[in-house]
């Protein structure tokens, strides 16, 4: 079936460090990808929406400029977390569907957990 | 008052019980989603629905669009069942319910 794979699963780094998170579609193409944070024992929040060839569309709250994201391809979306402080720690997930299919379930990537020092 | 409340937060089961989490919507949505998320993190989708009822093997979800009300059943059920159920609705984004802890003892 189809699968979202993420990358790296675990990131420790010193603060200021600037981290990268990728989100690939392994057999489907997305022209739409997803972006969650996850505090510990909250609920998933999305973070914002990545567009093939397009802006990200950041939810209200979401600071633009630190969380970069990046849809150069119709397989991966990149989320950059800039200049990441500890507050920044966090549990990130990505979601896609298939291209034009946005009435079937979502595919999840199995998640980053990010620790800053 | 959050937009998907989920009940109960909290849920311990002896091995073979059924189980019933509740999942209720306050907006107007194109689909509801059942999720699992396992200790480390990962997410399966378990569901999307619009209307009725779906079976995946013991694994039951239903919901009603009037009433903006989905529950997940699982039937006899297993400690490897045990995880986070998160119920999440679809309008022009997602909203997440805060999730349901299931742990079913042996």
């Known amino acids: 079936g189809a699968v979202v794979s993420q990358h790296p699963s675990r990131v420790i780094c010193k603060s200021g460090t600037s981290v990268k998170i990728e989100c690939r579609s392994l057999?489907?193409?997305?022209?739409?990808m997803f972006w969650y944070r996850q505090f510990p024992k909250k609920s998933l929040m999305l973070m914002a929406t990545s567009n093939e060839g397009s802006k990200a569309t950041y939810e209200q709250g979401v600071e633009k400029d630190k969380f970069l994201i990046n849809h150069a391809s119709l397989t991966l979306s990149t989320l950059t977390v800039t200049s990441a402080h500890p507050e920044d720690s966090s549990f990130y997930i990505c979601?896609?569907?298939?291209?034009?299919?946005?009435?079937?379930?979502?595919?999840f990537g199995d998640g980053t957990r990010l620790s800053i020092l | 008052k959050n937009e998907v409340e989920q009940s109960p937060q909290n849920l311990t089961a002896q091995e073979g019980e059924f189980i019933t989490i509740n999942c209720s919507y306050s907006v107007g949505i194109s689909a509801l989603h059942w999720l699992q998320q396992h200790p480390g993190g990962g997410i399966v989708s378990l569901f999307m629905l619009s209307s009725g009822k779906k079976k995946h093997g013991r694994l039951i979800a239903t919901i009603n669009i009037q009433e903006k009300h989905s529950s997940l059943h699982i039937t006899a059920s297993h400690p490897r069942d045990s995880a986070v159920y998160i119920c999440a609705v679809a309008s022009h984004d997602m909203r997440f319910g805060a999730g349901t802890r299931l742990t079913v003892k042996p």
């Open positions: 057999d489907f193409q997305a022209t739409t």
């Open positions: 979601s896609a569907y298939p291209a034009g299919r946005s009435n079937q379930p979502q595919h």
